[in-house]
């Protein structure tokens, strides 16, 4: 959570610059405008003004639109409360305020949303500033970093901006304004709107597109990184020096790579430089908040050297409680969360189930993370990509595929090694087609693909087939008229394949399909037709899927297990009429599936409960685990949903799964119903 929040901070890094006019403006070029605006804020003693950001972008998700309403007061060398409201995000709708202040003894930073109602002493100014960047839109940077020099390099060391430019001067109400513009380090346009008469900045917008590859962000040295490590509360040793460099190097990438365009603005109003008194910097914290050891972790001024909560995250007071939960159960541990506005899904164990690969979407793309169990550390491994979903992240070896391309436009498949400099294109789809799903199998020597026509209808989708041995040459497995393809995967064996879809413009109960195709058989095996089915989840030994159909007569939903050998099911589990499947996942051992049920409609269209459930494969005896919903301020989550991404862990003991942009784990003393 610290890192997602840092980088998201640091992206919206408001980089403002400003300028002054002279008597003879010809005679004043960008530069030196710049320059005489940092020597005003330089030379300030208080800095007192209100205003409001604008937030306006477009993601792979949508667009999205933010207001944030602000005020100010600084004074130097480090008093400062910054205040806001600020509405519609991460989501529309949501509302949320803050603050982050010193009266000249603690930092400290609030924050109330959803659920959170807290503040937290920090660690020093550097951090609480730098914590309340991201969430206040970006107005506890901007000006912060030009008034308080002391401050840098952590907050920034005045205006960069590269080829400035003075792009015409301005009357407003009498008033004479430059507009300055030029791309940045973070920003491939930024412009603002200074004050001839005071030389202060009243207005400043920063474009979210990336800088051209030839903008070189300003070097920063090793004692500029020191600086910033002790401001975080940690030594700054060698190791410490490269990792934060290496986590700069990643924000880069990701910027550069970020799938997003949009522009923020920011106007700073009823500007003035006048005399405090020391209660002009107490921030009144609103009713019912608490006082919390941390926040975020590592920002906060919890005991931790390393800036890292040491233990996962537990189950508290304000984290939203499974209703009904079996007894013998204890409630699912977090083990991290990730930003408000991401989307963790298809979670993989490797390492003996040291380490959990997902991967996680955010409005720039798709990245894919590992987390260290051990060290209960996040870890990027690959980020820029687009949002098509990979459904098994990794190969044993560590091994994945993504898509590339931008928005849902990917139309390059790549193969990703288990480390983020192993990168290889091994397809591109043909003009016309893009790339929606893919998959690898267990040893990572079978990929399958699903392309599809862009901006055409009633035109089929593909199910493509790629084999490393055949240096990934692209076999179009299953085609046909009209044909829409919905899911499809590897069993264990890293050979037998399942694949199900229905035909486009119909209902699937009308016209579905559900293949299954042996390993070392080239003919697919249909499974029973004119029954609906519904994802596919394979055994461990690969002998045997179990999938999801709907009856009509008496109308309900089972869970059957196919046999390959013998070509017959057996049923496992049913449920009523108004509640359908979700998913489910074979335990290692072989011996019990752990599957979800929702009443419908579904959880992200306002339905209701969800329900997990653990069913012996042996015996057909089934067993509710827990039944629960979302908070209504869940449900603004991109990811709505109380039981996603089941994931058994290598001793079929637990398995990992997503509630909304958390991934947490469930243990299962008694897996056996």
Request: net charge negative; glycine share 8%; proline share 7%.
């Amino acid at each position: 959570m610290n890192r997602s929040l840092f980088v998201r901070g640091s992206v919206c890094v408001l980089l403002a610059a400003a300028g002054a006019l002279a008597e003879e403006p010809p005679q004043l070029d960008a530069k030196a405008i710049l320059d005489k605006v940092a020597e005003t804020y330089a030379a300030m003693e208080t800095y007192q003004a209100e205003g409001t950001a604008l937030l306006e972008m477009e993601t792979v998700f949508g667009s999205m639109n933010a207001t944030t309403a602000f005020s100010m007061k600084l004074k130097k060398p480090n008093l400062y409360v910054i205040s806001w409201t600020q509405r519609g995000f991460p989501m529309p709708g949501m509302e949320q305020s803050g603050a982050v202040w010193n009266g000249g003894e603690q930092a400290y930073l609030y924050v109330s949303v959803a659920d959170t109602n807290a503040y937290s002493k920090m660690k020093s100014d550097e951090m609480a500033l730098a914590g309340a960047t991201g969430i206040s839109g970006g107005v506890a940077h901007t000006i912060p970093a030009l008034f308080f020099a002391n401050f840098q390099p952590q907050l920034g060391s005045g205006i960069r901006l590269k080829d400035s430019k003075i792009e015409k001067t301005e009357a407003v109400e009498g008033e004479e304004y430059y507009i300055v513009s030029g791309s940045s380090a973070i920003s491939k346009k930024e412009t603002l709107w200074i004050s001839a008469q005071n030389h202060v900045i009243l207005r400043w917008e920063r474009s979210l597109e990336p800088p051209d590859e030839t903008a070189t962000p300003p070097k920063i040295t090793d004692e500029e990184l020191d600086e910033g490590i002790k401001a975080m509360g940690m030594d700054p040793t060698k190791e410490r020096r490269e990792e934060m460099r290496a986590q700069m190097e990643r924000s880069k990438e990701t910027m550069k790579s970020a799938d997003v365009e949009g522009i923020m603005r920011e106007f700073h109003e009823n500007i003035s430089s006048p005399e405090f008194k020391p209660d002009d910097f107490e921030f009144a914290v609103p009713e019912g908040a608490e006082l919390k050891e941390s926040l975020f972790e590592g920002m906060s001024d919890a005991e931790n050297e390393g800036g890292a909560s040491s233990e996962p995250a537990q189950t508290t007071e304000d984290t939203p409680k499974v209703r009904e939960l079996a007894a013998d159960l204890e409630a699912p541990v977090i083990l991290f969360t990730v930003a408000p506005t991401a989307m963790p899904y298809s979670l993989s164990w490797h390492d003996g189930g040291k380490t959990l690969h997902f991967w996680c979407g955010e409005p720039g793309g798709y990245a894919l993370q590992a987390y260290d169990t051990l060290k209960k550390e996040l870890h990027p491994i690959a980020n820029g990509f687009n949002p098509n979903p990979c459904h098994d992240v990794s190969a044993k070896d560590g091994r994945t595929v993504a898509i590339m391309g931008r928005k849902r436009e990917g139309r390059e498949l790549v193969l990703l090694g288990p480390k983020s400099q192993d990168k290889k294109s091994i397809y591109t789809a043909p003009p016309g087609q893009v790339l929606w799903q893919a998959c690898i199998a267990a040893d990572g020597g079978l990929i399958l693909a699903q392309t599809f026509p862009l901006g055409e209808e009633k035109v089929p989708d593909q199910l493509l087939l790629l084999r490393e041995e055949d240096g990934y040459k692209a076999e179009v497995l299953f085609t046909g008229p009209g044909v829409a393809v919905l899911d499809f995967c590897v069993a264990p064996d890293s050979e037998s394949l399942f694949w199900d879809g229905a035909i486009l413009g119909e209902p699937p109960e009308a016209t579905p399909f559900d293949y299954i195709r042996q390993a070392g058989s080239t003919e697919p095996d249909p499974l029973p037709p004119k029954e609906v089915h519904y994802f596919g989840c394979w055994a461990p030994d690969s002998a045997q899927i179990a999938y999801a159909r709907r009856k009509n007569n008496p109308q309900r939903m089972e869970l059957r297990a196919w046999d390959i050998k013998s070509r017959s099911s057996r049923l496992l589990a049913t449920h009523p009429q108004g509640w359908t499947f979700s998913e489910a996942a074979w335990s290692p051992d072989g011996k019990a599936i752990a599957y979800t049920v929702s009443q419908l409609p579904w959880p992200d269209e306002g339905g209701g409960a969800e329900e997990l459930w653990l069913v012996s494969v042996e015996t057909a005896q089934s067993r509710r685990l827990a039944a629960d919903w979302l908070a209504e301020t869940e449900r603004q989550s991109p990811w709505s949903y109380c039981w996603r991404s089941l994931t058994w862990t290598p001793d079929s003991k637990s398995f990992a799964f997503v509630r909304c942009n958390s991934v947490r784990l469930l243990r299962i003393p008694k897996p056996m119903p």
